[in-house]
Every structure is written in structure tokens, then in C-alpha cells.
């Protein structure tokens, strides 16, 4: 707590946004070494974190000063992220993210950062956890469902990284929970408008898992089999 008093104390008497006093908390966090140090800071990162949502969603003049040059926020959030070994703080930059790319050009920022491959470092960390975040797996495939489409690579880190068998294999997992499935094909379909990707995905599984999904909310219940088996007579017929 010394350490935030330390940060805080100097803009007490000045006119300083109340936005730039949570990212330099943050800023110090992150140059917190010691696993004694980690313990305390966890929970001050929540509650630091917390407070960027607050002022995020209140006031818009705190969601430009995030991206102003002199302040580097995105820097700093995305920083946090890579760093931060605590679900909930995770959770909550995630939040904070959520908000920002949602408002135009934010999106270009976050990915000329490096974000977008933070956001599969991530996943690839939390697909390790036994079981895994389920609230973090929703919240990282909303957060590339809305970077995908702006990032150029997007579909190649994705490959190179492992992304794609994780979001099958979550989706394998999960046929019956539409609130992950939701954002997992989401991300799905931006990860196929890369050819290889597209080709990878179909020899691993992932169409017959889609008529699995939309099976039983068709009018006739069609199986893959059948739509196989027509498709293939179809091919015959135009030979």
C-alpha cells in the first residue's frame, strides 16, 4: 500500500486526470519482482483494474486519454495482460479491452501493439488449466472475434501459435453451452478466410462439429452423413 500512496500522493494536489493515477499503479505492478511483492499486488491489481472499467464506461474523456500519445495505455493495459498471473486481473483487462476496440480505429492500435498475439499466449495458457476459465475462454474468442477482421496475420498467428486446435477442442467440449459456443464460431470464421486454415480445420474435424451445433435446430434434423452422401451423388450426376 505504500507503494500506491507513493504513486497517488503527487496528484493529490493537482488538477491530473484520475485516469492516469490507475495506469501508473499499474506501471509500478508491473516492476513488482518478489513473490512476496506478487501476493500483495494481486489483489490491488484487481481493485486498480476495476477502477480503469469504472472510469472507462463513465467517462469518455478517460477512454481518449487511454489512447493518447503521451500517455501510453495501450502499452501499459496490454503489458499487464501478458503479465498478469491472476484469472481475475485477466478478467478484468480483458473487460477494459473489450471496451476500447469496440471504439473504431482502437483496434488498429491494439494490434500494431503486438495484441493480438497476447491474446493467444493467453489462450494457450489457459487451455493448460484444469478446467479452464470458462469465462476467460468467452471473453478472449469475443476479444479476437473483434480483432480478426482488422489484422491482416491474423489467420496465420493463429496457426503458428495453436490457437486453431484449441478453439476446436473447446468447442468439442462444449456442444451444449451456447454462451462459449457463440464466440467460438465467431472466431472460427475469421480463422477460415485463410485458405490453409480453412484446410486444416476441415481434415481436423470442424464441419462435422458445425452440424453437430446446427443439427437439432434444423426443420428436418439432417445428419452430416446424408448431406455427405448427397452431395457426393450430386458430384456423380454433374461428371
Known amino acids: 500500500m505504500e507503494l500506491i500512496f507513493k504513486i497517488v500522493g503527487p496528484y493529490?494536489?493537482?488538477?491530473?486526470?484520475l485516469f492516469k493515477i490507475p495506469l501508473d499503479v499499474l506501471r509500478a505492478l508491473l516492476?513488482?519482482?518478489?513473490?512476496?511483492?506478487?501476493?500483495?499486488d494481486s489483489e490491488t491489481a484487481r481493485q486498480v483494474t476495476a477502477k480503469i472499467i469504472h472510469l472507462i464506461q463513465m467517462q469518455e474523456k478517460s477512454r481518449k486519454e487511454v489512447m493518447s500519445k503521451g500517455s501510453r495505455g495501450m502499452e501499459v493495459i496490454l503489458s499487464s495482460l501478458e503479465n498478469s498471473r491472476d484469472v481475475q486481473t485477466t478478467l478484468n483487462i480483458?473487460?477494459?479491452?473489450?471496451?476500447?476496440?469496440g471504439r473504431g480505429r482502437i483496434v488498429g492500435v491494439f494490434v500494431s501493439k503486438g495484441g493480438t498475439g497476447v491474446l493467444f499466449q493467453i489462450l494457450i495458457s489457459a487451455s493448460n488449466e484444469l478446467?479452464?476459465?470458462e469465462e476467460l475462454m468467452v471473453q478472449l474468442h469475443s476479444l479476437q472475434a473483434k480483432v480478426?477482421?482488422?489484422?491482416?496475420?491474423?489467420?496465420?498467428k493463429a496457426r503458428l501459435?495453436?490457437?486453431?486446435?484449441?478453439?476446436?477442442?473447446?468447442?468439442?467440449?462444449?456442444?451444449?453451452?451456447?454462451?462459449?459456443?457463440?464466440?467460438?464460431l465467431q472466431v472460427l470464421r475469421?480463422?477460415?478466410?485463410?485458405?490453409?486454415?480453412?484446410?486444416?480445420?476441415?481434415?481436423c474435424g470442424a464441419m462435422e462439429l458445425i452440424f453437430k451445433i446446427v443439427g437439432p435446430y434444423s426443420k428436418k434434423n439432417t445428419s452430416f452423413a446424408s448431406l455427405r452422401r448427397s452431395g457426393a451423388q450430386r458430384g456423380r450426376a454433374e461428371r
Not at 12 to 17: A, E
Not at 31 to 40: E, F, G, H, I
Not at 94 to 101: A, G, Q, R
Not at 194 to 203: D, E, T, W
Open 12 to 17: 493529490s494536489k493537482k488538477n491530473t486526470s
Open 31 to 40: 516492476k513488482s519482482k518478489t513473490n512476496a511483492c506478487r501476493l500483495v
Open 94 to 101: 480483458m473487460y477494459i479491452l473489450s471496451e476500447l476496440i
Open 131 to 133: 478446467p479452464p476459465s
Open 148 to 156: 480478426g477482421p482488422k489484422d491482416r496475420r491474423f489467420g496465420a
Open 161 to 184: 501459435s495453436g490457437a486453431l486446435n484449441i478453439t476446436v477442442n473447446v468447442i468439442k467440449q462444449n456442444l451444449q453451452n451456447t454462451k462459449l459456443l457463440l464466440p467460438c
Open 190 to 203: 475469421v480463422y477460415c478466410t485463410n485458405s490453409v486454415n480453412a484446410i486444416s480445420l476441415g481434415k
